[in-house]
């Protein structure tokens, strides 16, 4: 099992690892400044750092975040002045070709590359540890871009990245609001993948089907069954069994199957967690009681889990990217928008509450 757990949060990185005495504090980066980000790779870690000023850095520390080195952080090329602008569809103004945010890191597995999904929609390939990132045109020039639009952001972000373990190759992506690409040639062409999706309050003939529009809010897939994905979807729960090609809807989740986090255990592909809440505007735990959700056939139930969880009323709300679990699937770690921090050892079943008094927590990852 994993024994170290890095956060990424609204005022730096903090670090806990599992001793003889249990889970200790260990270590802070970054202290004051956005960590919305970060990733452990080949032995390193890679973090996105936002300054309110300066935009978005990037560093590596290979000796557990003791010290830091900069990098480039991934950046737009300059915009041609024959290619057209695209506008947003719901403020009509033209999406810009630079980083506003960093909001996934994902290995493309024995390649050693890396991917990175940034707003406002575009897709990285760094072929040499997150020293240099290209652009992927091919994704970035889909003339579909004009349909992607904002969810919680001005603009669309690439937020999930799923790369087949198998075969470097097969990439599936997920965009808030823009639908699922996947691509089988390593990125030289790209299909949308986003059928089955459906937003609950469009009518499907005016759009509410449209695989282009669709909102998945996080996508996972099970590294030992790729071609099984989840995805916690702004308006349910979904599932894909042919490798994010198509979708099936997961229907009458409780306490409701709105959420940002899902995690999938990383050998049973029908064992997954989810951190629910209520819809749409309101982004609160339904009736104030936080807790966690997992099935372990598919989707067909659910289990309620809430042991060591606060008691009712709680507000806490988990972040797409704030619910990781580890390689052997019995630890998972979440954290929440209210500086909480807690890991379960049993999968679920009960949590230990680490801190109350982290800053807002944006991402959980176990070393």
């Given amino acids: 099992m994993s024994d170290r757990i890095d956060i990424g949060t609204r005022k730096g990185l903090f670090s806990y690892e599992r001793r003889s005495s249990g889970w200790e504090p260990v270590g802070a980066s970054f202290l004051g400044i956005q960590v919305p980000m970060l990733f452990h790779h080949q032995g390193v870690i890679l973090a996105s750092v936002e300054h309110g000023h300066f935009g978005t850095k990037f560093h590596r520390s290979a000796d557990g975040g003791s010290s830091w080195e900069e990098l480039d952080a991934p950046a737009y090329p ?34 050693g590359e890396l991917w990175c999904g940034t707003l406002p929609g575009g897709l990285f390939r760094s072929s040499d540890q997150g020293e240099s990132w290209s652009l992927v045109r091919s994704l970035w020039d889909r003339p579909e871009r004009a349909k992607w639009a904002g969810g919680g952001y001005d603009w669309p972000g690439i937020h999930s990245i799923c790369v087949h373990p198998d075969d470097p190759m097969k990439v599936a992506v997920a965009i808030s609001c823009g639908g699922v690409w996947r691509t089988e040639d390593g990125g030289e062409s790209w299909a949308q993948g986003a059928h089955g999706m459906r937003f609950d309050f469009v009518p499907e003939d005016q759009g509410g089907a ?21 995805v916690q979807h702004h308006c ?132």
């Fill in 78 to 111: 300059e915009k041609p002045d024959d290619v057209p602008d695209i506008l947003d569809p719901w403020r009509n103004t033209p999406v810009p070709w630079s980083l506003e945010k960093v909001w996934c890191l994902e290995s493309a597995g024995r390649t």
């Fill in 210 to 230: 449209d695989p282009e529009a669709q909102d998945p809010h996080r996508m996972v897939q099970c590294p030992s069954a790729p071609d099984r994905l989840w």
């Fill in 236 to 367: 349910g729960i979904y599932r894909s069994d042919d490798g994010a090609r198509s979708w099936h809807e997961i229907r009458d989740v409780k306490p409701s199957g709105f959420g940002f986090a899902v995690a999938v255990h990383p050998e049973a592909p029908d064992t997954a967690w989810f951190v629910p809440a209520k819809k749409d505007e309101f982004r609160h735990p339904v009736d104030a009681r936080f807790v966690v959700t997992r099935t372990r056939d598919g989707g067909r139930t659910f289990e309620t889990l809430e042991r060591g969880l606060p008691e009712t009323p709680a507000y806490d709300i988990v972040f797409r990217h704030a619910l990781d679990v580890d390689r052997t699937g019995h630890r998972l770690a979440m954290g929440s928008t209210t500086g909480s921090l807690w890991v379960s050892e049993d999968q679920g079943d009960s949590w230990q509450h680490l801190s109350a008094h982290l800053p807002p927590i944006y991402c959980v990852r176990f070393a």
